[in-house]
């Protein structure tokens, strides 16, 4: 939460000295850390070069999964509401376009029922989310919003991702312990992969060859044949954890998991597929990304309201960042 006296702005409006600030940053070429809170509703910037908090702006409802497209100029985010019975249904279900550098909303995209999360596709020209509420994963052209498809997927869909050749849309379906493969040319749903319960993330590999997905109530991650959309391998991971976001080290060797529940970080060393470490971190490990120079991983905390800042050499907490209530999702630009 801000400091006694303050308060955020308006979904459009931003506070203007974290602005400048951030302008400073971009000069200096830091990479930055997006986070997502979706109890506060609110989206911060942070500087990697100093791991402090340099902007912030109020989107609204909850903001959970989220996504940059390929130039970096814009950010997506979606936005959903409570279904707890404590919370109310304000503002609308949505993807939201945010300035990248600015934070400023640039247009809203209809979305649907519940949307989770949003990937864009390598091109930037569609945006694919998951619709938790429908068991179904539509297909948006940015430039206009037009919804140009909506196909059906397994049940309760929450992770999206689209291959870096822009052939396949990978969704997952928690309830029916599937992943359902979309054709991103002919918009239409080719194969479903059987995995472990309640698969949450995916990862494709540079050369989309392969892919990594999380089975959080399995306890476990699967290696994917992404061009014959097949399993590879099952990993189980220990028995306290409970695997949710995931990200590939710049050299592709570490996989590096959040564990939900099981509040740590687990390094896996992909040749070999053994676990090499397990980090412990703050409570309820989400979202996770690490830097462009594979030097630190950031993992978003959500009931500790922190972000973990591991160091990849030492493998080790070096840091914890103070963040606003609910930390979900993390992208790196």
């Excluded at 822009?166 to 749903?189: L, P």
Aim: aromatic share 4%; glycine share 8%.
């Amino acid at each position: 939460m801000p400091p006694a006296g303050q308060r955020y702005h308006s979904p459009v409006e931003v506070r203007p000295l974290l602005i400048a600030l951030l302008l400073t940053t971009l000069s200096a070429r830091a990479d930055r850390l997006y986070v997502s809170n979706e109890r506060a509703g609110t989206i911060q910037v942070i500087d990697t070069a100093t791991d402090r908090v340099i902007a912030a702006t109020a989107t609204g409802n909850r903001p959970r999964g989220m996504a940059l497209s390929a130039d970096g100029k814009v950010l997506y985010v979606a936005l959903s509401w409570w279904r707890d019975g404590k919370r109310a249904a304000t503002g609308s279900e949505s993807i939201v376009a945010l300035d990248a550098q600015t934070l400023r909303k640039i247009r809203d995209y209809a979305g649907g029922t519940d949307p989770e999360c949003v990937a864009v596709s390598p091109d930037g020209r569609h945006l694919y989310l998951s619709n938790e509420d429908a068991a179904t994963a539509s297909i948006l052209e940015t430039a206009t919003g037009k919804r140009l498809a909506t196909v059906a997927v397994g049940t309760e869909p929450e992770g999206v991702t689209a291959s870096p050749d822009g052939k396949w849309v990978y969704v997952t379906g928690e309830s029916t312990n599937t992943i359902t493969v979309i054709d991103a040319k002919q918009h239409e749903v080719v194969a479903h992969i059987a995995v472990d319960p309640r698969p949450r993330a995916i990862i494709f590999t540079r050369d989309a060859k392969r892919a990594w997905a999380t089975s959080e109530i399995g306890g476990s991650v699967q290696l994917i044949d992404a061009r014959r959309h097949r399993v590879l391998k099952r990993i189980p991971l220990g028995k306290t954890d409970k695997p949710v976001g995931l990200v590939l080290s710049p050299d592709e060797r570490r996989l590096y998991l959040a564990t939900g529940r099981g509040n740590s970080v687990v390094v896996m060393d992909t040749r070999s597929m053994r676990v090499i470490a397990t980090i412990p971190a703050g409570e309820r490990v989400w979202g996770i990304t690490t830097t462009r120079d594979g030097k630190k991983v950031y993992a978003a905390n959500s009931l500790a309201n922190t972000i973990s800042v591991i160091d990849t050499a030492t493998l080790q907490v070096a840091k914890t960042i103070r963040t606003d209530d609910g930390p979900w999702g993390v992208v790196l630009h």
